[in-house]
């Protein structure tokens, strides 16, 4: 089955009580059971819901997985990994993350004990160097959240599988439409389901999907026994999304290439941040592992290096929203030093790029016209 026809029927099937195409919302808590401890399945909604199921299906589904499971949020996700560990374990980490990963990593983990190492994906001497016998797992973005950079997946894996680590990526940028790091070596791949899958910036979710069937049961269990579970509603509301992921993403590619290609020949913007540029030292990746476009998140800087100007622009953009989060059909416009990336320490976000004059843009599914305008008086 293609993945476009995945997207709709991967996974699914009509209710089996009632024939419906889509999953009823089973918004119940616990099902009845003809015996103590016998039941079709079902016996409470943290262990397994229908509508989550139905999800979990499809997830796994469209990434090429036997397991998927559907939590809270994408932190809630990644939280559930981390407990695969205990203390004195050693991660090695991506430098340039999601201001949330990082503080869960630096502010929550690193206090129970176990070593976080910060590294650029693409020294692989540099990662190489950092493994011992303590490292256990072993987490990458690509692209990267602000800054899109890119690792490559199969590069990376096959350094994991020598060593015996778990190896996670966060697929949450490119999503399953361009890239699917399960079938280049990865162990887990995670999503914060918020974004893309959901689409609609109306539900916060996470993902994690793996082929491993025995690491499925190990994270099931983490999960079923800490409470990090998608409740029924939201659960149906990201697998609606997923039916529309494909014809989505092929028109925020679409409009991402055009607004990165605007901003590059736009006279106050100095370096813009698309792995999908020919400029790009990321471009020879991006074009063998990211399959049918670039993706619609672009960043930039302006000439200038101002914050000021930084904080005019987004002041100043009509079509685009100056929000938080990205991925939804609506374009939004973002400061990371000043939001999604606060968490992060000053002196850790000037290290890895993260400038004061950084702008990220969730580029939507509008007309591309309308977005080109916006940018442009905006600009000035």
């Given at each position: 089955m293609k993945f476009n026809t995945k997207t709709i029927h991967g996974g699914q099937h009509p209710d089996p009580a009632t024939g419906a195409v889509m999953p009823p919302v089973y918004q119940t808590s616990t099902f009845a059971q003809k015996s103590p401890g016998v039941h079709g399945g079902y016996e409470y909604?943290?262990?397994?819901?229908?509508?989550?199921?139905?999800?979990?299906?499809?997830?796994?589904?469209?990434?090429?997985?036997?397991?998927?499971?559907?939590?809270?949020s994408g932190l809630a996700a990644t939280d559930c990994v981390l407990k695969l560990l205990k203390p004195n374990d050693e991660v090695i980490a991506m430098d340039d993350l999601y201001g949330g990963t990082y503080r869960m990593f630096s502010k929550i983990y690193q206090e129970f004990g176990i070593k976080f190492h910060f590294v650029d994906m693409n020294d692989l001497d540099k990662f190489k160097s950092l493994i011992n016998e303590n490292t256990k797992l072993v987490w990458v973005e690509t692209p990267t959240n602000p800054l899109m950079k890119l690792a490559d997946i199969e590069a990376v894996a096959k350094i994991t599988k020598e060593k015996n680590l778990l190896f996670a990526v966060d697929n949450t940028f490119a999503t399953p439409y361009l890239q699917r790091p399960l079938d280049m070596g990865a162990d887990i791949v995670m999503h914060s389901a918020t974004k893309y899958l959901g689409g609609h910036s109306d539900v916060i979710a996470g993902a994690l999907i793996v082929k491993n069937?025995?690491?499925?049961?190990?994270?099931?269990?983490?999960?079923?026994a800490t409470g990090g579970t998608l409740g029924p509603q939201d659960?149906?509301?990201?697998?609606?999304?997923?039916?529309?992921?494909?014809?989505?993403?092929?028109?925020?590619?679409?409009?991402?290439?055009?607004?990165?290609?605007?901003?590059?020949?736009?006279?106050?913007?100095?370096?813009?941040?698309?792995?999908?540029?020919?400029?790009?030292?990321?471009?020879?990746?991006?074009?063998?592992?990211?399959?049918?476009?670039?993706?619609?998140?672009?960043?930039?800087?302006?000439?200038?290096?101002?914050?000021?100007?930084?904080?005019?622009?987004?002041?100043?953009?009509?079509?685009?929203?100056?929000?938080?989060?990205?991925?939804?059909?609506?374009?939004?416009?973002?400061?990371?030093?000043?939001?999604?990336?606060?968490?992060?320490?000053?002196?850790?976000?000037?290290?890895?790029?993260?400038?004061?004059?950084?702008?990220?843009?969730?580029?939507?599914?509008?007309d591309a016209e309308d977005l080109l305008e916006d940018l442009r008086q905006a600009l000035g």
């Open positions: 909604s943290r262990a397994a819901n229908p509508t989550r199921t139905a999800l979990e299906n499809a997830l796994a589904s469209i990434e090429n997985g036997t397991r998927g499971l559907a939590f809270s069937e025995q690491l499925g049961e190990k994270l099931h269990f983490a999960q079923f659960s149906y509301l990201v697998l609606r999304g997923i039916k529309t992921l494909h014809l989505r993403m092929q028109r925020h590619c679409e409009n991402g290439e055009k607004v990165a290609n605007f901003l590059s020949n736009h006279p106050k913007v100095k370096t813009v941040y698309y792995p999908g540029l020919e400029s790009n030292p990321f471009y020879d990746i991006a074009k063998k592992q990211m399959q049918g476009g670039f993706g619609g998140m672009v960043s930039f800087t302006f000439e200038s290096g101002k914050k000021e100007d930084a904080i005019k622009f987004l002041e100043s953009v009509r079509v685009f929203t100056l929000a938080e989060s990205l991925g939804g059909v609506e374009s939004l416009a973002n400061h990371p030093a000043l939001m999604t990336h606060a968490s992060i320490p000053e002196d850790k976000r000037k290290e890895i790029g993260i400038t004061d004059d950084l702008v990220r843009l969730s580029v939507g599914v509008e």
